[in-house]
């Protein structure tokens, strides 16, 4: 079954940026929404961005608003959130996943989504 793969996890200190990306396991495969997810230790798994397909338009929980940006290159079938001024609280496994259907109700709801990946670890030191 066609899956998510995260990269570009890695250890950075606070107020540096990271860039993850997220490409479906076959290069054919695409959603209507990619989603960006993460799950800090002993937390539940959070809704962070989203990127609809059609249009480009773009979803961010409020915690990472000005700070994170998602885009995404439909050539590459890829989809990166970069990251910047990361603050310790960003700390988790980070999660791509896609919306087969667009909803916009459905948009931050982590179980609407399929085709999870294993997850990128990003870790925030003080």
């Known amino acids: 079954q066609v899956h998510m793969v995260e990269s570009g996890g890695g250890l950075v200190q606070a107020g540096g940026s990271l860039r993850l990306s997220c490409v479906p396991s076959?290069?054919?495969?695409?959603?209507?929404?990619t989603g960006w997810f993460r799950q800090a230790p002993g937390k539940e798994r959070e809704f962070v961005a989203a990127?609809?397909?059609?249009?480009?338009?773009?979803y961010y929980a409020d915690s990472v608003k000005g700070r994170f940006t998602i885009s995404m290159d439909n050539a590459k079938n890829t989809v990166w959130l970069r990251m910047n001024r990361l603050d310790p609280e960003d700390t988790g496994v980070y999660y791509c996943?896609?919306?087969?259907?667009?909803?916009?109700?459905?948009?931050?709801?982590?179980?609407?989504?399929?085709?999870w990946g294993q997850g990128s670890q990003v870790t925030v030191s003080s």
């Open positions: 076959e290069p054919s495969f695409s959603g209507h929404v």
């Open positions: 990127i609809r397909w059609s249009g480009g338009i773009t």
């Open positions: 996943a896609v919306l087969t259907y667009f909803n916009r109700l459905k948009i931050a709801v982590t179980d609407s989504y399929e085709h």
